[in-house]
């Protein structure tokens, strides 16, 4: 069974440059979520979406960050514009959803995302 | 506040010795989940285990077992019989079960694991 599916796996940007992060969750999946992990933070939450909706944005550093979910097999995270501080993996992870009280996320690659 | 709180920031193990890897967290929630995940130098994350705060037993999967102290609130991740390729970071993660943010995951600083041959 085919994973969640990242891309790109690397991105190198410059300051003020729109950046764009591609997921593709687990087929079947209800549950989408974006983190950034950055050795000062660690693993942040920045969004969450259930049948494609977003339940929780409040991780979302600030209005130059959007993410959307068309349907259930595709999500974006978008940065516009990008700055150095940016800089940093961004993992998306998919989950089947709550049923019998397990949440187990299974995580992409995850992007690597370095902005000059 | 910390929720989820891993004090060996670096460990080192010899080839084929056991180890344990230190978890302990906060909730005032009675239903919880939590989790180990590994996180190599490839930079994937990789699911180990689970362990519901209702399990009577502790959770074990091939050489990871989890050592739950549910009153002392601590669920450390033992591997045994450790490899080469265990070397990685590794994450405790926790899941409350409250409703308003239900589905929500938090992760650990990490621990960095070291297997010497």
């Known amino acids: 069974d085919a994973g969640v599916i990242q891309s790109p796996r690397h991105e190198v940007t410059e300051m003020g440059q729109e950046v764009t992060l591609r997921c593709k969750p687990i087929?079947?999946?209800?549950?989408l979520f974006w983190y950034r992990q950055t050795m000062m933070r660690g693993l942040e939450l920045l969004i969450y979406?259930?049948?494609?909706?977003?339940?929780?944005d409040s991780g979302m550093p600030e209005d130059r960050f959007s993410a959307k979910m068309p349907n259930a097999s595709f999500s974006t995270l978008k940065i516009q514009p990008s700055e150095p501080r940016d800089s940093a993996v961004y993992f998306c992870?998919?989950?089947?959803?709550?049923?019998?009280?397990?949440?187990?996320?299974?995580f992409g690659a995850g992007t690597r995302l370095s902005v000059l | 506040a910390q929720k989820i709180t891993q004090t060996q920031p670096g460990m080192f193990v010899q080839e084929k010795e056991a180890v344990t890897l230190d978890c302990t967290y906060d909730?005032?929630?009675?239903?919880?989940?939590l989790f180990w995940y590994k996180q190599p130098s490839s930079g994937e994350m990789i699911f180990l285990i689970y362990?519901?705060?209702?399990?009577?037993q502790n959770a074990t999967e091939g050489r990871y077992s989890l050592n739950f102290q549910k009153a002392r609130k601590s669920a450390n991740l033992v591997i045994s019989a450790s490899q080469l390729g265990d070397s990685a970071m590794y994450f405790c993660a926790m899941r409350e079960g409250r409703r308003t943010s239900y589905d929500k995951v938090i992760f650990g600083p990490g621990t960095s694991l070291s297997v010497i041959p």
């Open positions: 087929s079947g999946h209800d549950y």
């Open positions: 909730t005032s929630d009675p239903s919880y989940g």
């Open positions: 992870a998919s989950s089947p959803g709550t049923s019998g009280r397990i949440n187990i996320q299974y």
């Open positions: 362990q519901g705060s209702y399990d009577q």
């Open positions: 979406f259930n049948n494609n909706v977003p339940i929780d």
